[in-house]
């Protein structure tokens, strides 16, 4: 089992910047990617930027370079450095690992961007 565990979310008024950090624990071997999904209300989730023990990155359609993804290998953690937060990107952040076979998540944390 890999057990995730997300913090850095909170309030921040439009234009602001957050960083979120997802600390991985467990069986670890084997995770091959690790990442950021969003859900916001009444919406499907999505990706945000995943990244594989590699270093290669994906992010998805919504980022705009806003949102960079990040990994300290020797920590097993991952980072989301947001920056520019609008309110649109309002939403629950998952931390998201995946081995072959096997996905696991994170609870989440909540990101809300108003003034």
């Known amino acids: 089992q890999v057990q995730l565990v997300e913090s850095g979310g909170g309030l921040v008024q439009p234009g602001g910047s957050l960083r979120l950090s997802c600390a991985a624990s467990g069986s670890l071997f084997s995770i091959n990617t690790m990442g950021w999904y969003r859900q916001a209300p009444g919406k499907e989730r999505e990706l945000v930027a995943t990244?594989?023990?590699?270093?290669?990155?994906n992010y998805g359609d919504s980022v705009n370079g806003r949102l960079i993804i990040s990994r300290d290998i020797a920590k097993n953690t991952v980072y989301l450095q947001m920056s520019s937060l609008k309110p649109e990107d309002t939403a629950v952040y998952y931390c998201?690992?995946?081995?072959?076979?096997?996905?696991?998540w994170g609870q989440g944390t909540q990101v809300t961007v108003s003034s």
């Open positions: 998201y690992a995946h081995k072959i076979s096997s996905d696991y």
């Open positions: 990244i594989t023990m590699g270093g290669l990155v």
